[in-house]
């Protein structure tokens, strides 16, 4: 026994945890977990040590359209949508109190399933996911309708109301966080929700909805099936009984769900697809490091995987050679590590294939003539994950590959510009139009840029700032519609008017 508590303590609390971690993946549908219908599953490998995790259910059409019934069930007679918005509230308070209380064991789902830091886990995706919850359940009683100025024989009432079952087919990057950004407004507007996570990340979303459940969700009201995209996900979004899907994913998946919209029953689909955010680093930058500091930070955090990371670099070429430098130095802060131990900064890529597909955008950004400066090796050899050093190219130009598409990873390009306009042109010459930054000590100069940069957010003199009450979301190729702030139960709503004859 005392040998065992040593090797516990040795092995550090997080290991020992995961060790003992068993995670559910069954389906969870009507309130109830449960086996896809057809009783297939699949495997589900850490990527941390490549571990087998779980044998996670495969859902195909048949059991989308059980938990589609089930939502449309829990939406028409009015178990949820027809509760007070104050009733709404008080659930999704506690759910987001529940999702607290599971926070350590959310976190560590979370860091097993796609090998992200268990630090950032728990301090940051777990409060966030819970704040969403918070925050919209917080406003759903505060949101009035209006009255629109017509004549005085009638009576125009203008109110939002919720669109019936929404669909949510989610990314592998951010499971909890983006699961609860989709939710947490559909929910409070009064929709029921079918939810898709990626099946590289299918866990926290099933607990989720069991905590959901605990805290006053009628079952129906939050379904989440785990599945295939190219099964579950693409029969969701063919589902004639879907009024609208929030789907958050690649550009060519997002293609793929609008092209199933069209062909069913035009469906809205509300999309957040990839980006390609440039930074523009002007030669009167005030504080070099810190904008180097902010870059690498902003762009390797989360193993580089986040939609809105900086990955296109743009720096006036009198200060280039100085910031690529600052810039290389700050690699060595974002070394990947155990994802289990409390200071690790950087974990692991997330399953084999993504690391192909790294490796092959490293050859590919050589071959195409880019310099890489720094990093691109393999580490943690015998971990039995994949854990790869962030790499930065110089020497990119806008007709390369690894300047268009988006990498979604640890690696990031250098472009060089002689002035404002050429820096602007280079930064909208691009599909995406998600996010942009920019580092000037010229409030003018900042103005005048954001202006006429074609993104969904500007960035100035940082790169980090987010918040539950600011919308997020992209132009182009980039998306459509808002997550956060007010902005998102517009998505998740439809406006209804209502004209009454007043007589006299
Ligand atoms: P992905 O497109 O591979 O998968 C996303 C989801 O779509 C998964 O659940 C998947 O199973 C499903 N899917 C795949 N094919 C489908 C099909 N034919 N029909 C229906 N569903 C299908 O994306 P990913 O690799 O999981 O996530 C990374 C992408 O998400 C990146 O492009 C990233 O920029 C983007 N993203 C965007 C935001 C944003 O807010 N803009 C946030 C997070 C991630």
Redesign the pocket.
């Known amino acids: 026994m005392a040998g065992f508590i040593q090797e516990a303590v040795a092995m550090g609390i997080w290991h020992q945890r995961a060790s003992l971690a068993r995670p559910d993946g069954r389906a969870f549908i009507s309130g109830e977990r449960c086996p896809a219908l057809e009783l297939q599953t699949f495997e589900h490998r850490s990527p941390i040590d490549g571990r087998s995790l779980s044998q996670v259910s495969r859902c195909l059409a048949n059991d989308v359209d059980v938990a589609v019934r089930s939502a449309r069930r829990a939406f028409e007679d009015g178990r949820w949508s027809r509760q007070s918005p104050s009733a709404r509230r008080q659930v999704l308070q506690r759910f987001a109190e529940g999702v607290l209380a599971a926070r350590e064991e959310l976190a560590l789902l979370e860091t097993l399933d796609m090998g992200k830091p268990i630090q950032y886990s728990l301090r940051l995706d777990v409060p966030a996911a819970a704040q969403s919850l918070a925050w919209f359940g917080e406003c759903i009683d505060k949101q009035y309708g209006q009255i629109a100025p017509t004549s005085e024989h009638a009576l125009a009432l203008i109110q939002r109301e919720p669109l019936g079952v929404v669909g949510a087919?989610?990314?592998?990057?951010?499971p909890l966080v983006?699961a609860c950004l989709k939710i947490a407004p559909a929910l409070a507007m009064g929709n029921s929700v079918v939810l898709?996570?990626?099946?590289?990340s299918s866990h926290s979303a099933l607990r989720l909805a069991e905590i959901g459940l605990a805290a006053g969700l009628p079952p129906g009201v939050l379904n989440v099936l785990p599945?295939?995209?190219?099964e579950?996900?693409?029969a969701?979004?063919l589902h004639m009984d879907v009024d609208a899907l929030a789907?958050?994913?690649?550009?060519?998946?997002?293609r793929?769900?609008h092209e199933?919209a069209a062909r069913s029953n035009l469906k809205r689909v509300f999309a957040?697809?990839?980006?390609k955010s440039a930074l523009i680093v002007f030669a009167d930058c005030a504080d070099l490091h810190f904008a180097a500091r902010s870059a690498a930070t902003a762009m390797f955090f989360n193993q580089g995987?986040?939609?809105?990371a900086p990955s296109r670099v743009l720096v006036h070429e009198r200060i280039a050679t100085e910031f690529i430098r600052l810039l290389a130095d700050e690699v060595a802060h974002h070394t990947p590590g155990d994802p289990l131990d409390e200071d690790c900064v950087a974990g692991a890529i997330v399953d084999e294939q993504?690391f192909r597909l790294l490796q092959d955008y490293l050859q590919l950004g050589q071959a195409e003539g880019a310099r890489l400066i720094c990093g691109g090796r393999t580490l943690r050899h015998g971990s039995g994950g994949l854990y790869l050093e962030p790499a930065i190219f110089d020497h990119a130009r806008s007709d390369m590959r690894i300047v268009r598409e988006?990498i979604?990873g640890p690696m990031l390009t250098v472009q060089r510009f002689a002035d404002e306009a050429e820096a602007i042109a280079l930064a909208n010459d691009s599909a995406f139009g998600?996010q942009a930054g920019i580092w000037t000590a010229s409030l003018d100069r900042a103005h005048r840029v954001a202006r006429r940069l074609r993104v969904g957010t500007v960035h100035v003199n940082q790169y980090d700032e987010d918040d539950i009450g600011v919308p997020?979301?992209?132009r182009g190729q980039?998306?459509n519609g808002r997550?956060n702030a007010l902005a998102a139960l517009e998505t998740f709503s439809e406006l209804k008017t209502t004209w009454i004859r007043i007589a006299g």
Request: hydrophobic letters at 35%; glycine letters at 20%.
């Open positions: 087919i989610l990314p592998w990057n951010y983006v898709k996570p990626s099946e590289r599945g295939f995209g190219f579950a996900g693409q969701l979004a789907f958050t994913g690649t550009l060519r998946n997002g793929r769900v199933c957040q697809l990839g980006g995987a986040s939609c809105n993504h988006e979604f998600l997020f979301g992209g980039s998306g997550d």
